[in-house]
């Protein structure tokens, strides 16, 4: 699962060349290619490159994370912009229902961002979440070993490999009670990388949807 944010009216810092719409004339269809047609490999792999660099281009069109890297990048602007969102955009980013931003928002958004990041603040949060990361890998390798050990009992006891549904009592409960003490911190980093992107996204994005 993922999250694609695209501008509403992003800034056009550069035209797609000439050879993109060659392209789409003979192989596209509304504005994309059409996959029905015989679309040699190496014109696909030109078309999608010439789509990679426009929005390399033109930083405002699009942005998209997957849902780990986006639930601490968003959370992280809902704290830092809650005089600009509503709660209803705060909602908004935490699915993908097709919520908009309004261009003025977005803009402030990126220049709070910006500022966040040269005032030493992104990195902050990127050391202590960095070491929330480290210590819930090393506690979940910890849980990793237990719920073995149940396997291996359980298939020590029974003679089969099972799934975890499957498991007879106690080992069904066993795993399901060792499980539940995963930290998913582990699965979520915040990259000042990823903040930086998003910055120049909402400054240039004219306002966004989130889908």
Known sequence: ??????????????????????????????????????????????????????????????????????????NFVCRNCEDILEETDMDGGCSNSGHEVSARKSELIGKRLSALLADGTVDEVYKINALNVAEAKAHNEIIE???????????????????????????????????AKKDWTSSYPFEKENVENFAKFCIESGGFSIC
């Open 145 to 179: 070993e237990e719920l073995k050990d149940i396997e291996k009992a359980c298939k020590k006891e029974h003679g089969e490999d099972l799934v975890p549904a499957k498991y007879p009592e106690p080992y069904n409960t066993q795993w399901n009670e060792t499980y």
């Open 1 to 74: 699962m993922g999250y694609d944010v695209y501008g509403l009216s992003p800034k056009v810092n550069k035209i797609y060349p000439e050879r993109y719409n060659e392209i789409l004339n003979e192989y596209g269809k509304d504005g994309w290619l059409d996959w029905k047609k015989e679309i040699p490999q190496e014109v696909k792999d030109e078309y999608f490159e010439l789509k990679d660099q426009y929005q390399i281009d033109n930083p405002g069109e699009y942005f998209r994370n997957n849902v780990w890297f986006w639930r601490p990048l968003w």
